[in-house]
């Protein structure tokens, strides 16, 4: 709008958003390329980011793990990083973060590397990591986010 108005210069504003483009094309490059086991699996998951838009935080999955354990449970280890764009602190529980299976919600493992209870300062971010036991033989899931009781996003994993 402020470039067809003429407050701002056109030219600037393309050669940004191509520079932006290209840099997001590496980003999801780069996080297909880490999302590879080393175990017998791979994880598949779309998007790699979710953004709470009101309260101005973005979770993005930087990292997403399997193992299987003896018993044939699956562990999802999930590498995440918050960021908060707010000049306000976030704070947040572990909970708030889910796997969902049908109608079946799993929390991390209270023995995560990651505390249960997370603050980020304004205009700060913060790495976590999570872990998730879930059902043998799962191969679709859903990871969703929440703000409390309110969801405000997810993400759809296929394990192959």
Known sequence: ??????????????EN?????????????ETLKETS???????????????????????TILQANI?????????LNLKLKCSNDSKYDYSFYAKYIRVR??????????????????AV???????LEYNYKLPAGIKNFILVFFD????IGSSSFTLK
């Open 67 to 75: 193992s299987t354990l003896p018993d044939k449970e699956i562990v």
């Open 17 to 29: 958003k191509v520079v932006q483009n290209e840099t997001t094309a590496v980003k999801k490059t």
């Open 1 to 14: 709008i402020l470039s067809k108005t003429g407050c701002m210069d056109s030219k600037v504003s393309n």
């Open 37 to 59: 086991v080393v175990n017998t699996e791979n994880v598949i998951y779309s998007p790699s980011e979710i953004k709470h838009i009101t309260r101005y935080i973005t979770y």
């Open 121 to 127: 300062s304004g205009n700060g971010f913060k790495n």
């Open 101 to 118: 299976i049908g109608k079946d919600y799993y929390p991390p493992d209270p023995f995560s590397p990651s505390e249960g209870y997370e």
């Open 148 to 151: 409390e009781n309110t969801e």
